[in-house]
């Protein structure tokens, strides 16, 4: 079967850094997606890997190895307002999303 | 970026009464939209692809004739929760591909939500 997992909760710091972590076993490969949903809404994009590596995107970056099934985001200088649910999800080879279950993030001053 | 909006955002109905949630992908055409629903502190669980065109595809236990989806049109797709229930109530989400090779990735874009309550 298909499976994504990411921890249920982390707490950070305000101005620190965290790192979340998604492992995945899908059928197939084509891309693994971070969104971030606070909570009463819809999910936002943060970030697409589809190639080994980190990508960054401002205070955001997100990593993926392929090889081992794994990624992570990292999130720098953690603000109030990056408290949200994390999610990590993996286009496979139908183009069908799959979803983990969310990492809920709580920033403490 | 494209943008999704959803129709209502909120709506209480009484139970046995049919609900209809509207998708529709505001700057960009969407042959595909997703259905999903999300209960407190749970992931998004894919209901349903929709369709341009053709009949929506329904994911191992959903019932088609319960959430009725018609994709009438490039940017609308609807969903209707029929003869509802109160174990109904949830948080529908529904969300597009742009298909028209105006987004970089094969991200999805997400309609705001809409929040059902069956009493």
């Not at chain 1, 997606?33 to 401002?58: I, R």
């Not at chain 1, 994390?86 to 990492?103: E, F, K, M, P, R």
């Not at chain 2, 053709?54 to 609308?76: C, M, P, R, W």
């Amino acid at each position: 079967g298909q499976n994504i997992d990411q921890p249920t909760e982390m707490t950070a710091t305000e101005g620190a850094i965290v790192q979340i972590n998604c492992t995945y076993q899908t059928s197939g490969f084509n891309g693994l997606f971070w969104y971030q949903q606070h909570a009463g809404e819809a999910p936002t994009f943060l970030s697409y890997n589809v190639l080994d590596g980190l990508e960054e995107k401002g205070r955001f970056s997100s990593f993926l190895s392929r090889s081992k099934g794994y990624s992570y985001l990292l999130l720098k200088e953690l603000q109030m307002k990056d408290s949200a649910s994390y999610l990590c999800a993996v286009l496979d080879s139908n183009y069908q999303l799959i979803w983990g279950a969310g990492t809920k993030l709580i920033i403490k001053p | 970026g494209a943008v999704v909006s959803q129709h209502p955002s909120r709506v209480i109905c009484k139970s046995g009464t049919s609900v209809k949630i509207e998708c529709r992908s505001l700057d960009f055409q969407a042959t595909t939209m997703f259905w999903y629903r999300q209960f407190p502190k749970k992931s998004l669980m894919l209901m349903a692809t929709s369709n341009e065109g053709s009949k929506a595809t329904y994911e191992q236990g959903v019932e088609k004739d319960k959430f009725l989806i018609n994709h009438a049109s490039l940017t609308l797709s609807t969903l209707t929760v029929t003869s509802a229930h109160p174990e109904d109530s949830s948080f529908y989400i529904c969300s597009a591909r742009d298909t028209s090779g105006g987004s970089s990735y094969n991200e999805q874009f997400f309609g705001p939500g809409t929040r059902l309550t069956v009493l």
